[in-house]
């Protein structure tokens, strides 16, 4: 039980509302709670995905994150030893290799290559020494690891696929999501000389591009889907983080606790604007 818990740590549950928010996308208004394959699916991209994407990126950047105070917790994952890192590998792929023959049979020759594209892009993204991770700015390219999970629920699931702004979408939402992570890191990865964009432009100008995703992503909601309610949502988070940035602050670094509050808060707002989106059916 200890070793599963542990397990459970490194796969962040507090940031597990970005894999459901994608999964659940493209199943907006459809009765599904009696599928099997729905329920299933929604183990994989809650667990063994998430386990693996973050697991396979504890192992490469040990080092690092014995400076990063977010972690030993289940909001941003475990503060693992070497001893346990070293052998993490063996139950990630034991739980990959499990869930997969099901996976397959259930969405076919699509979802294989799904989660071929999972391996690759963790693995170039997490490459020792060379790993996009810290290669700015192609470790915001990788983020299109997430928006696969949306083709995986529509094969899951036998859903029609959501349109390609629905996509554009997603993608900055999940670079804007990272970039998010990167700024709460800035103090820990200057420290261990990792290179990111944050570290490579500054906590002002990572934050300026945040704001501009941000205000893209309100543009295709206006003036592709004419959603203003869900637009609303967003322009709140959007009046949050111009305050942060020019008011409260600026370009300080984010205490543990404050860390922890926003956290709460994302879940919370991910956890409206899901349901929301599901209800609605606005992006699809």
């Known amino acids: 039980m200890k070793q599963l ?3 459970l740590k490194v796969s962040r549950p507090g940031l597990w509302f970005a894999t459901i928010w994608l999964y659940l996308l493209p199943t907006s208004q459809m009765d599904l709670l009696s599928s099997w394959e729905f329920w299933y699916g929604l183990f994989y991209i809650c667990f063994p995905l998430n386990f693996m ?3 396979w990126n504890d192992i490469v950047d040990h080092e690092i994150d014995k400076l990063n105070p977010r972690k030993d917790n289940f909001w941003f994952g475990a503060k693992a030893s070497y001893e346990q890192l070293k052998v993490l590998w063996k139950p990630i792929l034991v739980f990959q290799l499990l869930s997969y023959p099901l996976l397959i049979y259930i969405g076919g ?3 294989l290559l799904l989660l071929v594209m999972f391996l690759v892009i963790n693995g170039l993204y997490n490459l020792p020494g060379k790993g996009l991770r810290s290669a700015p700015p192609l470790e915001l390219l990788c983020q299109v690891g997430y928006v696969l999970i949306v083709p995986l629920s529509v094969y899951v699931n036998g859903t029609a696929d959501v349109p390609t702004a629905t996509y554009l979408y997603l993608f900055l939402f999940a670079i804007q999501s990272h970039l998010m992570g990167e700024v ?4 820990p990865d200057k420290a261990a000389g990792r290179v990111t964009t ?3 432009i500054g906590m002002k100008k990572t934050k300026l591009l945040i ?3 941000v205000i893209a992503e309100l543009g295709l909601l206006i003036y592709v889907y004419q959603e203003y309610i869900f637009a609303g949502m967003l322009g709140l988070g959007l009046i949050w983080l111009l305050i942060d940035l020019f008011i409260i602050f600026k370009q300080k ?3 543990l606790n404050q860390m922890k509050l926003f956290a709460v808060l994302s879940n919370a707002m991910a956890l409206v604007t899901m349901a929301y989106v599901w209800y609605s059916g606005c992006l699809i």
Do not use: N
């Open 184 to 187: 709460m890191d800035i103090e």
């Open 253 to 255: 670094t984010y205490t």
């Open 109 to 111: 020759l699509p979802v």
């Open 198 to 200: 944050a570290t490579k």
């Open 211 to 213: 704001i501009g995703i």
């Open 5 to 7: 818990l542990f397990y």
């Open 53 to 55: 994407t973050y697991g």
